[in-house]
């Protein structure tokens, strides 16, 4: 098959990856509501991990000063000091996790929602080496027949999730019923705990990071 057959057929495909505009607004709507929400359940922990690093740290401290003053032997002091350090990493480490995943997902998922708005603009406009990075992005595999009908791709997350028809019919259903007065909360049930894009390819292609906001 001629190489030139083989990339119209992929710039014919990107036509279906291409998200139109109000489709990427309610995706992005639903999407910061469901991460204002997990971030919200999450403030009562994150409140008392809070207090109880600054309970830990004044501790520390309290120790070196008795220690200093002759009133905590060394060995005594090293005890409580290693005990308050593997308490203090453990809560710094939960913290990370709990509000890294949130944040690094919600921003790995609008990069993703930028780059389908333009899909088929940013491929049809670049030059070789930025189509490369695109298809990287995008696929793990493209496959074309030999019939030369139109491609069928293996799509990597978060793009394959965003682009599922159930993730946008969950979407089109949670923003008709914020648009009804007095309707009731309408829950999410669609998995956004989706894998992190691939951040250089995606920022090559996209011209750089904008955030889901």
């Not at 008795?66 to 060394?74: E, K």
């Not at 030059?127 to 696929?139: E, G, H």
């Not at 992190?196 to 920022?203: C, W």
Request: proline residues 3%.
């Amino acid at each position: 098959m001629l190489v030139d057959t083989v990339e119209r057929l992929i710039i014919d495909y990107y036509t279906r990856l291409e998200l139109p505009a109000d489709v990427v607004l309610r995706l992005r709507a639903t999407l910061t509501h469901h991460f204002d929400g997990l971030i919200a359940s999450a403030q009562q922990e994150l409140q008392e991990l809070t207090d109880r690093r600054r309970r830990l740290e004044a501790e520390q401290d309290q120790l070196l000063d008795a220690h200093l003053a002759g009133a905590v032997p060394v060995a005594v002091l090293q005890r409580h000091q290693g005990r308050i350090e593997a308490e203090l990493a453990a809560i710094t480490q939960r913290l990370q996790d709990q509000y890294g995943d949130y944040e690094a997902t919600r921003d790995s998922l609008g990069q993703a929602l930028d780059l389908l708005s333009d899909a088929h603009k940013l491929y049809l406009a670049g030059d070789d080496q930025t189509r490369r990075l695109c298809n990287q992005a995008f696929f793990t595999k493209i496959y074309i027949d030999d019939d030369q009908h139109a491609p069928h791709a293996e799509v990597v997350e978060p793009f394959a999730t965003l682009l599922n028809a159930r993730t946008q019919q969950e979407a089109e259903r949670w923003a008709s019923a914020q648009a009804t007065p007095d309707a009731d909360e309408q829950s999410l049930t669609f998995d956004v705990s989706v894998p992190s894009i691939g951040f250089e390819p995606t920022t090559f292609c996209s011209g750089g990071r904008r955030s889901i906001h």
